[in-house]
Every structure is written in structure tokens, then in C-alpha cells.
Nanobody, 120 residues
Framework: QVQLVESGGGLVQPGGSLRLSCAASGIFYSIYVMGWYRQAPGKQRELVAAITSGGTTNYADSVKGRFTISRDNAKNTVYLQMNSLKPEDTAVYYC??????????????WGQGTQVTVSS
């Protein structure tokens, strides 16, 4: 029904940059909030950043000033530009979208996850 496909993860040295992308496809009316979460081994999944269809953003304190979330509503795509990466940013990053699938229904959808590893 709704699919989220992520790309852009990989291995990067501390201080480096990566850009994640997540494209939504399927049949739906609109997408309100799109965001990125991450889960490190042995830890709970946590919000990294989110953005509404109007462009309002929210960031975890740990990434403020280093990460930037943006979206292209026409392409149903959300991006996460990650700069000044630290080893503690290592995690699987998941895309999330709050989607209006019918006039009466909304739902939360998740991507499959993409690994980000920050290591020298």
C-alpha cells in the first residue's frame, strides 16, 4: 500500500558527512510528518529529526547543528544531511512517514532501515 525506500547509508570516518534519502510510493492522499529514527545495538529506537509537510522541523538535541532534515513534497521524499558525524551516530537509520491513506484513515509506515557506521 505504502512503501518507504531508503538509501545513502554507509561507512564514514568521524567528522565526515552522509546524506540519507527516503522516497514514499504507493496509493495515498498525503503525507503529514516524515522523519528519521535510529537504533543502535542494545538501545531503543530514537527520533533523530522530523519535518511536517509545511516545513516545521524537530531535532534530537544530540544532532542539532550537525544534521539537517528537508523534504520534497512533490517527490514524497525526505532527506537527512548528516555532517560532523561522530562514532555515537552509528546506528541503523529508519525512515518514518505519517500517511493519510484514505479520507478517514492515517497510518505510520517504516522503511527497511539503512546502516550508518562512523569509524576510523
Amino acid at each position: 500500500q505504502v512503501q518507504l525506500v531508503e538509501s545513502g547509508g554507509g561507512l564514514v570516518q568521524p567528522g565526515g558527512s552522509l546524506r540519507l534519502s527516503c522516497a514514499a510510493s504507493g496509493i495515498f492522499y498525503s503525507i503529514y510528518v516524515m522523519g528519521w529514527y535510529r537504533q543502535a545495538p542494545g538501545k531503543q529506537r530514537e527520533l533523530v529529526a522530523a519535518i511536517t509537510s509545511g516545513g516545521t522541523t524537530n531535532y534530537a538535541d544530540s544532532v542539532k547543528g550537525r544534521f539537517t532534515i528537508s523534504r520534497d513534497n512533490a517527490k514524497n521524499t525526505v532527506y537527512l544531511q548528516m555532517n560532523s558525524l561522530k562514532p555515537e551516530d552509528t546506528a541503523v537509520y529508519y525512515c518514518n512517514a505519517n500517511v493519510r491513506t484514505t479520507i478517514w484513515a492515517t497510518g505510520d509506515y517504516w522503511g527497511q532501515g539503512t546502516q550508518v557506521t562512523v569509524s576510523s
